[in-house]
């Protein structure tokens, strides 16, 4: 499968360099707010174009559990496992330690 | 009018004028007994300190207090001292007999960044009881005056020494209220990173784990949700050695009292066991969903990965030292949690 650079995401340009909590009621740029805003629409489209979506962690401030918790469980959670599995790649050369964690916060989805 | 209703008029106010004599004796015996009541409680020596007055019923208000900040005021030194001082003022602020405080540092021989910071988030907190703070005296203690003036703690008091300007530039205090304020601890970070690397830069680790600590005091903290979710980042400078000292505080409810909470049925042999095991993940957060709780995982795993060094945590009757993985029991309990940690050129 061929990535499509239109499938491409980078959280500190096309969100927030610096991304919050988890919940809007925790503050600004919640994972929340990402996933709603940003990453269900375009994974969507990734999908519909039978496509993988880019992540791209980079750039920003830095991150706290609970925000890549809330957006990647949700994904997986309206997604499904398999679909995110396969339709999703993140990336990241500043703190590569996220791509694994992230990886387990989808596996864990029941 | 008749001489009837003139008799009954005369015998009605001799009446009225009868029971308001007995009102007047009833009131004054009540206002001795009041005094009687203050001077059992307080000696003469705190009486003569504060002024008092009595309200129209009676009821002792003690208005002004001045507080004498112990010898030894150090979280390194005399983590005790530091907790019962805590303590005793939160206690009197509980019981709503002040609305002045004046603290006075003259005594004070040895001061640290941890202990100011607990001080101030205490003050802080109870002008939301609408109670001043005011700061007095500076300590006849070269060392101890010359750390309060050039840390720059002296700027967030009132008072008349707070209008002393000092070169102090080095204390940044970010107060958070029930919100997660992660674009001002970017920028406290950036600073931060100044002073130890030369230059302003990220630090994404530093960055995650004070989101995870503002996160935890918003989210967990407070069992009582009316109440108001504050917490307290301070960063104190040492720019000749690049290193910076971090503080952060929230006067919540504490670890261990949340957990206890939550876990009621666990069964732990001590506090300082259930703290541990607190920070190597052992709990879920009260949510009861995968995935969660993995805040004090993160400030864990910074430590062991020198991004942070010196990690110190205090939070209910537990001292826990990260460097020496010790866990202390406490006598005096702090109704809240305490982190202080440094960065310096050595971490990663």
């Known amino acids: ?110 | 009018m008749s001489k009837k209703n003139k008799r009954r008029d005369i015998a009605r106010l001799k009446s009225k004028q009868r029971k308001d004599l007995k009102n007047k004796r009833r009131f004054k015996k009540y206002i001795l007994s009041q005094n009687k009541f203050i001077r059992r409680r307080f000696p003469k020596s705190k009486r003569s300190r504060s002024e008092s007055t009595n309200s129209y019923f009676g009821q002792a208000i003690e208005k002004k207090i001045i507080i004498n900040v112990p010898e030894k005021f150090s979280i390194n030194q005399d983590i005790e001292s530091v907790l019962f001082f805590v303590y005793k003022n939160k206690k009197t602020v509980e019981n709503g007999r002040f609305n002045q405080f004046i603290v006075d540092f003259s005594k004070v021989t040895r001061i640290d960044d941890g202990a100011m910071t607990i001080l101030l988030s205490l003050f802080y907190d109870m002008s939301y009881k609408r109670i001043k703070v005011g700061f007095n005296n500076l300590p006849t203690n070269a060392a101890a005056k010359s750390f309060i003036e050039q840390s720059g703690f002296i700027k967030y008091f009132t008072g008349p020494l707070a209008k002393v300007k000092n070169d102090g530039l080095n204390v940044t205090l970010k107060k958070g209220e029930s919100t997660i304020l992660q674009r001002e601890s970017a920028t406290i970070i950036h600073k931060s990173m100044k002073t130890v690397m030369g230059l302003e830069m990220r630090n994404q680790k530093l960055q995650g784990m004070l989101i995870e600590l503002m996160t935890n005091s918003v989210n967990h903290a407070y069992l009582n949700n009316e109440r108001e979710k504050t917490w307290y980042i301070s960063t104190n400078h040492y720019i000749d050695q690049n290193k910076v000292e971090f503080c952060f505080v929230d006067n919540g409810d504490g670890i261990i009292n949340t957990i206890n909470f939550k876990f009621k049925d666990r069964y732990f042999t001590s506090n300082e066991e259930l703290l541990e095991r607190a920070f190597d993940g052992e709990f879920r957060s009260r949510t009861k969903l995968a995935n969660r709780g993995k805040g004090l995982i993160v400030i864990k795993n910074n430590h062991k990965n020198m991004t942070i060094k010196g990690l110190k945590v205090i939070t209910n009757n537990v001292f826990l030292d990260f460097d020496s993985s010790s866990a202390i029991k406490l006598k005096t309990p702090f109704s809240g949690t305490f982190y202080s940690w440094v960065i310096d050129k050595t971490c990663k």
């Open chain 1, 1 to 110: 499968m061929q990535i499509a650079t239109k499938h491409f995401l980078k959280i500190s340009s096309d969100f927030s360099e610096t991304p919050g909590a988890r919940y809007y009621t925790d503050g600004h740029d919640s994972g929340q707010e990402f996933y709603e805003k940003i990453l269900c629409h375009a994974f969507q489209e990734a999908l519909d174009d039978k496509a993988v979506l880019t992540i791209d962690l980079d750039g920003t401030e830095g991150y706290a559990t609970s925000f890549l918790d809330e957006a990647f469980m949700r994904l997986t959670k309206d997604f499904g496992k398999n679909e995110v599995l396969s339709h999703l790649k993140i990336i990241s050369t500043e703190e590569p330690d996220w791509i694994s964690e992230i990886d387990n916060y989808i596996k864990d989805v029941e």
